[in-house]
């Protein structure tokens, strides 16, 4: 296990997690809000809530997505192994994947023949919040991940199932949080987990978690359920529900780091490297028509100046941002809304006072980025255009 890692997770068990109270804290609303602090007239329709400054919108977000994201963003960031490869191009640091089709388990087959020494974690291209998701997949088990994720995309409907199988990479997953081309916070996810203290069992161990849980407005709706995956993750680490981990080891309930699966988020905000700040950055920039994004890095630590992005979300759920398991509440609806308006001002004519002009410079980078990469993408397509995809085209 990475020791830094390790070391973090620990000292977790120390921390008081954050409780939520439905009628004190912040728990639903969250744009609205944002608007209302900001005293920014907005305007609800369906979905759709429009911002507006003396009767002229500025800004806009339907759902989770934000109405400066284009089309061709959105079809970009949702299959995740178009957006790999277009990052690559970009120069943008990824992992890289083998991609497969329904039918094609073979081909799977024979680059896991080819890697016998790799740990890899197989993945479904259009599905979300770690549905699908398959970890410590090898050539003695392949056949069963595929057909196990396969199943779960046809429940989900998907007409078209496909895959790609990606190096597994003990590391810290950390989101980034990017609204309108400056960065606003960053999340570490932790895998959902029990540390040992000598005394007590796994199943000790996960009760009382519950316990904590159940008491959050929030987190109650994500208890840990014991069941056949649980029991079958603890067995791979040689622990059992009736076992008693030794002290300070850390027992894995699930691989996945999603927070609907019991993953605890940990505000870094101030902790997070300026270098993996302007690598969520220069992801964000090298998509056509995205500005803001949830974008998933690996590292080796989160103070560390490389990482691997792993994923982009046009969509991404920014409460959680508001409600960390642990550490400081963060308000990034509230900048978006505040980063719409400031290039509203500036694309009318009208002056920025300090604080806005200092926010507007991060802005100006961000579209130096794109400009940059734009010109990029538009080489690569005069280079390719007979066999490029589709996706370069608007």
């Known amino acids: 296990m990475n020791n830094e890692k390790k070391e973090k997770i620990i000292e977790l068990v120390k921390e008081t ?13 969250f744009v609205e809000n944002g608007a209302e602090k ?35 963003a959105y079809k970009i960031c949702k299959d995740k192994y178009k957006t790999e490869r277009h990052l690559e191009e970009m120069g943008i640091p990824v992992l890289s994947s083998k991609f497969f089709n329904e039918g094609e388990l073979h081909i799977a087959k024979n680059f896991l023949n080819q890697h016998k020494d790799g740990n890899f974690v197989l993945k479904p291209l259009s599905l979300g919040s770690g549905k699908g998701i398959i970890f410590n997949v090898n050539i003695n088990n392949i056949e069963e991940a595929y057909l196990q994720s396969l199943e779960i995309q046809k429940e989900k409907s998907v007409i078209e199932p496909s895959f790609i199988l990606q190096e597994y990479v ?12 400056k960065f606003s916070c960053a999340l570490w996810r932790v895998q959902p987990h029990v ?49 008693i981990p030794a002290n300070n080891k850390i027992v894995y309930l699930s691989n996945l780091g999603n927070l609907a699966a019991g993953a605890e988020s940990v505000d870094i905000t101030n902790e997070v490297s ?17 500005h803001t994004a949830g974008v998933d890095i690996l590292t ?29 509440v963060r308000t990034p609806y509230k900048d978006m809304i505040e980063n719409m308006f400031i290039k509203y001002k500036v694309n009318s004519g009208y002056n920025l006072d300090q604080q806005e002009r200092r926010i507007f410079r991060s802005i100006a980078e961000f579209n130096d980025y794109r400009e940059k990469y734009h010109n990029k993408l538009g080489e690569l397509w005069l ?7 589709d996706y370069f085209s608007s």
């Open 17 to 29: 997690p954050n409780q939520y109270i439905q009628k004190e804290d912040l728990t639903s609303r």
């Open 38 to 72: 900001l005293n920014r007239t907005y305007r609800t329709k369906g979905k759709t809530i429009k911002f507006l400054h003396r009767s002229i919108e500025f800004g806009s977000i339907t759902g989770l997505l934000p109405g400066t994201t284009s089309k061709i």
């Open 195 to 243: 540390v040992g203290d000598g005394i007590h069992t796994v199943s000790e161990l996960i009760e009382e978690k519950n316990k904590v849980r159940s008491n959050s407005f929030y987190f109650r709706n994500f208890i840990y359920e014991i069941d056949e995956k649980l029991i079958s993750n603890l067995e791979s680490q040689d622990e059992g529900l009736n076992s």
């Open 383 to 389: 280079k390719t255009k007979n066999t490029s995809d």
């Open 274 to 290: 300026s270098d993996l700040i302007n690598l969520a950055v220069k992801a964000v920039a090298t998509i056509p028509g995205l």
């Open 170 to 181: 003990d590391s810290f997953d950390v989101r980034i949080c990017i609204v309108e081309g």
């Open 300 to 328: 080796e630590s989160f103070t560390s100046t490389r990482g691997y992005v792993s994923e982009i979300n046009t969509n991404a759920n920014f409460k959680v941002h508001y409600l960390p398991y642990y550490g400081e």
